[in-house]
């Protein structure tokens, strides 16, 4: 697929692509790859690629790292922001966060990233979450989020309906594709 495509933005939404000052965001850009998104109090901006599209909420910033083989790779440093992956046989989509990494073929969730953790809720399909050392790697299901925090960087909190449901310190069937790293 080609780039990121800004469909929509309101508010305070700016972009620093390598090499170049933070600029604001234009409607109908193509974001280069490596090019950094934030958003401010006011924020959100819609990025569109083929079936795959990216809601930034305020106070958000990702880093649009792009393709390297069969993977499609987003940094989150802060914020929250929801992926809508559509459903694929190969390329896989990964986000990367300071605490915990996701790994997806097709589906729909939410990534958030505070001080000291960073959260992914399933809202349609599976996602196979990792610590981000990979130690502990799990499937998480809808309606559960996987929490890792500063704290314990080797542990994946599921959670279910606000209650921690288990505590995952392991690999429970390995990150999918082995070359798949922070």
Do not use: C
């Amino acid at each position: 697929p080609s780039g990121w495509r800004v469909v929509q933005s309101v508010g305070a939404v700016s972009t620093v692509t390598p090499g170049t000052m933070q600029v604001a965001l234009k409607p109908n850009e193509v974001l280069p790859l490596g090019t950094r998104v934030r958003t401010g109090d006011t924020g959100q901006v819609l990025l569109v690629r083929g079936e795959e599209q990216i809601i930034l909420d305020r106070n958000s910033e990702i880093v649009v790292d792009g393709e390297r083989g069969i993977i499609t790779r987003v940094r989150q440093q802060v914020g929250t922001a929801l992926f809508s992956i559509g459903k694929k046989r190969d390329p896989y989509f990964e986000v990367n966060t300071p605490y915990i990494a996701a790994l997806v073929k097709g589906t729909t969730f939410t990534v958030r990233v505070s001080r000291g953790q960073s959260d992914v809720s399933v809202i349609e399909g599976a996602v196979q979450v990792a610590s981000r050392d990979r130690s502990a790697v799990t499937l998480l299901k809808q309606g559960t989020t996987g929490s890792v925090k500063s704290a314990r960087p080797k542990e994946i909190q599921i959670i279910r309906q606000g209650r921690v449901e288990r505590r995952v310190t392991r690999n429970e069937g390995g990150w999918e594709i082995g070359r798949a790293h922070v």
